[in-house]
């Protein structure tokens, strides 16, 4: 009877020690993960910030720039060619590239035929 209660005990010390390192496993192991995780998102997310930051301060730099007349003018002038009032517009055209293109064939000279007597 004693070696029954012997296993028993086993049993049951082997039981609450499974509970306790689940137990474990819950408190500490899969929060550290979940933390790690969260950790590295905001690290990201943190690196992307800052990129948006920066961006946005080159955008109100240009936004900026663009407002002064004279900007306004050159991108005018630039990008869609038009002039002020009395000015003549020049467009230089490029001069069309031919490309020669020389094809080989292969024919047959015409059968010749003897010259006609002459009389």
């Known amino acids: 009877m004693t070696e029954f209660f012997r296993t028993r005990a086993a049993l049951v010390r082997a039981t609450v020690a499974s509970l306790i390192l689940v137990g474990i496993l819950f408190a500490f192991v899969f929060p550290t993960r979940t933390w790690l995780t969260q950790r590295a998102k905001s690290a990201d997310a943190q690196s992307q910030l800052t990129l948006l930051r920066e961006q946005t301060t080159k955008l109100e730099r240009e936004a900026e720039t663009l407002r002064s007349d004279q900007e306004i003018e050159r991108v005018a002038r ?3 060619g038009l002039v ?17 293109t020389t094809t080989t064939t292969t024919t047959t000279p015409p059968p010749t035929t003897p010259p006609a007597p002459q009389n």
């Open 84 to 100: 002020m009032p009395g000015e003549q517009a020049w467009a230089v055209v490029p001069t069309p590239t031919t490309t020669t």
């Open 78 to 80: 630039e990008r869609f």
